[in-house]
């Protein structure tokens, strides 16, 4: 079976730090990638991971440990502009170039 | 603005209607998926192109859903005999390929089913 798990949502002041974990189970693993979705738009590639370890772009950091079936999105000096869906997803080979998304965990940025 | 387009942006028909989209992917894309998204939810896959050719369909997709990607470029996505439960954002996505196959997504399609 093909399983992937997040928060539902997050709360968090401008400013500050705010890590997104997702944990996934799937028949295979072939890179995984974080989407951001504002509320009534389409999803916007974030950043991808298929390699152990840290990815850094920006303020935006995406952390994989293929051993442990486990990823985070690491979110620096909030933004009110950062309130928004963050969605994980697993490509696996079983669903050939694909995507498989979790079902998205809501942030919410107050100042 | 991705560069990916899609239309109608919002659709409301009644049950038992036909509805037809239309995606317009990055024109150097030549892989063309689908998805559809309800609320709370995250994108869940229906069906995927390598060019004209429809390789992979998910079993979401009911025999009353039909894509088609005819020259390889515009794809369409026709429901028949819509039922309430088909209302849904219908997501389009393309890539290039290359190591990363990032997707990018078009605006999507609201469909309510009435």
Redesign the interface.
């Known amino acids: 079976g093909q399983n992937?798990d997040q928060p539902t949502e997050m709360t968090a002041t401008e400013g500050a730090i705010v890590q997104i974990n997702c944990t996934y189970q799937t028949s295979g693993f072939n890179?995984l990638?974080w989407?951001q979705q504002h509320a009534g738009?389409?999803?916007?590639?974030l950043s991808?991971n298929v390699l152990d370890g840290l990815e850094e772009k920006g303020r935006f950091s995406s952390f994989l440990s293929r051993s442990k079936g486990y990823s985070y999105l690491l979110l620096k000096e909030l933004q009110m502009k950062d309130s928004a869906s963050y969605?994980c997803?697993v490509?696996a080979p079983q669903?050939?170039?694909?995507?498989?998304?979790?079902?998205?965990t809501t942030l919410s940025v107050s100042s | 603005d991705?560069g990916?387009s899609q239309d109608p942006r919002h659709k409301i028909t009644k049950r038992g209607q036909n509805v037809t989209f239309r995606c317009d992917p990055i024109s150097e894309h030549n892989?063309l998926?689908w998805?559809r998204q309800t609320l709370?939810?995250?994108?869940?896959?229906l069906t995927?192109f390598q060019n004209e050719a429809q390789?992979?369909k998910?079993r979401l997709l009911s025999d009353r859903f039909s894509a088609e990607r005819p020259k390889g470029s515009f794809s369409t996505l026709e429901i028949q005999r819509t039922e309430q439960g088909d209302s849904a954002m219908y997501?389009c996505a393309s890539?290039s390929g290359g190591t990363?196959?990032?997707?990018?997504?078009?605006?999507?399609t609201r469909l309510t089913v009435t």
């Not at chain 2, 709370?40 to 896959?45: C, D, N």
């Not at chain 2, 990363?100 to 999507?108: I, K, L, R």
């Open positions: 992937i890179g990638f989407y738009e389409a999803p916007t590639f991808y969605l997803a490509r669903a050939g170039t694909a995507l498989i998304f979790g079902k998205g | 991705t990916v892989r998926y998805y709370g939810q995250g994108p869940e896959f995927y390789l992979e998910s997501l890539t990363v196959y990032e997707q990018y997504f078009g605006p999507g």
